[in-house]
């Protein structure tokens, strides 16, 4: 059975300055916490039904943390995003460990993306694309937040992602090309992606990529536009970036 | 000042029932309510604040509808999805208007997408590509929910919609090469899109395109997967197709 103390705890942890002082963050539904359990994240806790935990014996055998029944009620009235949920789990935050350009790749970074399923969805992409380094400013909403989780379908469980204050960060970082999406920028079908990898830039929902950032964007790209929409989310714009990189790479 | 009658008129025409009975929907937010006065949808009433009115008094003055000065009170009772709105609308749905594939252009074909939002973000996106003819399965949401019109962020203006049995259109609808997405179908980077145009077919959510849909379906294309993620959203898969088909087509 869960305690009022579990519950209270596991609620805190939906705020992120609880999430801070604790270390700790949450997970909700059952395609998210089987990929909590089979990735490298610290497990503290994982509360599941009865069906759940017959159904998964073997993955929650080997598990290192504590296995708890709860009642279908309990979940519900713990998880905020999802119904019916068969499971939630608290695990510990990783280290924000810096990250950058090593080899043949794109380090996706996120200058000031402030919506959780957008951040969700890209997250989701880039591991779609294979790219699992993410940078964001300090400005972007938090990896941890169980919005964010839930939008990422399990990809967070495959992301690295290091977040600082962008223009240090390049100061640091290994160089390499900087390509960043403009309204004016080339079109994305004329421009070649360095073949040796390099950064990619995405911006704020309704602002783009901030004077300080764009000062560091070498390369200026943009999605051809053949109607009348006068914009593209954030999330499909990296799909469609993601894309053309892997298409030229393949 | 808006009527009591007024405000329970536009509050049931958030239901679908009462949608079909009077042939209206209703538009919300500063954005897709100018885009809508700017369209050929026939325009029952606008609701807007003082200060809309009078930022906006050219494009007010030459509508033929009824212009109702609403207290932001009034109109946040009245907004589902959008606060501090600065206008309100109402305007006549259109008929069910059959189209299919006429030169060169890709008619996108909608197998059961149930999300308001997916459907909304779909019609955005074929909107910045430059596809305006939908065809959506009678199990498709409908396209006048005010989450899809919402979703389109004014793309809602410049679609065409039909709605039908998907197996009796294509027996109706100009032969053409029928394009659509499947886990083990050609890598779209591999695949060449039909110079002349032809139907691009996106499927349910969760269970992708229907048995008697997938019979129809000619050319069979999958998004080609780097990393861990097991899906794309329906939106994102319609985002990386549609600038798939443009690139090879610029």
Redesign the interface.
């Known amino acids: 059975m869960l305690s009022k103390n579990q519950i209270k705890y596991y609620k805190s942890l939906q705020i992120k300055k609880f999430r801070q002082i604790h270390q700790s963050f949450t997970v909700e539904g059952a395609k998210s916490v089987t990929e909590l359990l089979a990735s490298d994240f610290e497990v503290e806790l994982v509360a599941v039904t009865e069906e759940f935990r017959a159904a998964h014996s073997r993955l929650l055998e080997a598990l290192d943390a504590q296995v708890v029944i709860a009642t279908a009620d309990d979940l519900a009235q713990m998880g905020s995003y999802q119904t019916n949920n068969a499971c939630v789990a608290i695990a510990k935050t990783k280290e924000n460990v810096f990250i950058d350009v090593a080899g043949k790749e794109f380090v996706i970074v996120l200058d000031d993306i402030r919506d959780p399923g957008n951040l969700g ?1 890209i997250i ?9 380094k993410i940078v964001c400013s300090e400005t972007t909403t938090d990896f941890y937040n169980p919005k964010v989780i839930a939008a990422s ?3 967070f469980t ?1 992301t690295r992602i290091y977040y600082g204050n962008l223009v240090s960060y390049f100061e640091k970082a290994a160089p390499a090309r900087v390509t960043g999406t403009f309204l004016n920028g080339t079109s ?2 004329d421009y070649n992606f360095p073949s040796s990898g390099g950064y990619l830039v995405l911006g704020n929902e309704a602002n783009g990529i901030s004077d300080e950032v764009a000062a560091l964007v070498t390369d200026r790209v943009s ?11 954030a ?2 714009a990296a ?2 970036i993601c ?2 990189i ?2 030229q790479w ?1």
Chains 1, 2 share one sequence.
């Open positions: 969805t989701r992409i880039a591991d779609w694309y294979g790219f699992q379908m399990g990809s495959r994305l079908y999605i051809p536009r053949f109607g009348g929409a006068e914009s593209l989310n999330g499909i799909a469609v894309d053309n892997r298409r393949k």
